[in-house]
């Protein structure tokens, strides 16, 4: 299957910092890609559409200001977590989905990032 | 609103046995309706994807049954194996709107 890979596996920060996390598509192009904030034990809570020269689409009760994302390529998306804290800790993924036209459409994810706010 | 409803949410089963896991969704636009497998501390990969127009899809062990009436799928595992165990996802999504829809997952643990 198509290859998705996140960057960096795992993060610590002290409270008050930014960590970048990002998200290339590997061998195909992603106009869209999506980002997940995954807690322990629990199912995928989508954040945010990541789409390819343009704004995100944020879910709602995220807040945009906090989490920046930012797709420049066809192949990339960052988010940005601003001004940590212990409460951003989490597991956060991404996923870029497959266009039909090179593919069946099906959604990818990367292997996830653990951020620790210390 | 929930739109996708997974159960059970935990399940135990013998080595050699069937794991069966549930979903029903609720908006009659999807059309896709994949199932992921995700290890402790790893992304979710998918495992198996169905659409509506076939009833079941089966690779190697791993089966998924689809009732379009009843907005009902199941992941069925075959001769379920201890490195089986890790946490099923269900999803559903239309091709149009782009994103999916989780269910809260099944953890799953074979027992040797």
């Known amino acids: 299957g198509a290859v998705v890979s996140q960057h960096p596996s795992w993060v610590i920060c002290k409270s008050g910092t930014s960590v970048k996390i990002e998200c290339r598509s590997l061998?195909?192009?992603?106009?869209?890609m999506f980002w997940y904030r995954q807690f322990p034990k629990q199912s995928l809570m989508l954040m945010a559409t990541s789409n390819e020269g343009s704004k995100a689409t944020y879910e709602q009760g995220v807040e945009k200001d906090k989490f920046l994302i930012n797709h420049a390529s066809l192949t990339l998306s960052t988010l940005t977590v601003t001004s940590a804290h212990p409460e951003d800790s989490s597991f956060y993924i991404c996923?870029?989905?497959?266009?039909?036209?090179?593919?069946?459409?099906?959604?990818?994810f990367g292997e996830g990032s653990r951020l620790t706010v210390l | 609103q929930q739109q996708v409803k997974q159960s059970p949410q935990s399940l135990i089963v013998q080595k050699g046995g069937i794991s069966i896991i549930n979903c029903a969704y609720e908006?009659?636009?999807?059309?896709?309706f994949p199932w992921y497998q995700q290890f402790p501390g790893k992304g979710p990969a998918l495992l198996i994807a169905i659409r509506p127009d076939v009833s079941e899809k089966k690779e190697g062990r791993f089966t998924i049954s689809f009732n379009k009436s009843a907005k009902q799928f199941s992941l069925h595992i075959m001769d379920s194996q201890p490195g089986d165990s890790a946490t099923y996802f269900c999803?559903?999504?239309?091709?149009?709107?782009?994103?999916?829809?989780f269910g809260d997952g099944t953890t799953l643990t074979v027992k040797p």
């Open positions: 061998d195909f192009q992603a106009t869209t």
């Open positions: 908006n009659t636009a999807f059309d896709y």
């Open positions: 996923s870029a989905r497959v266009p039909p036209g090179q593919g069946t459409g099906e959604l990818f």
């Open positions: 999803a559903a999504s239309s091709t149009n709107a782009g994103k999916s829809t």
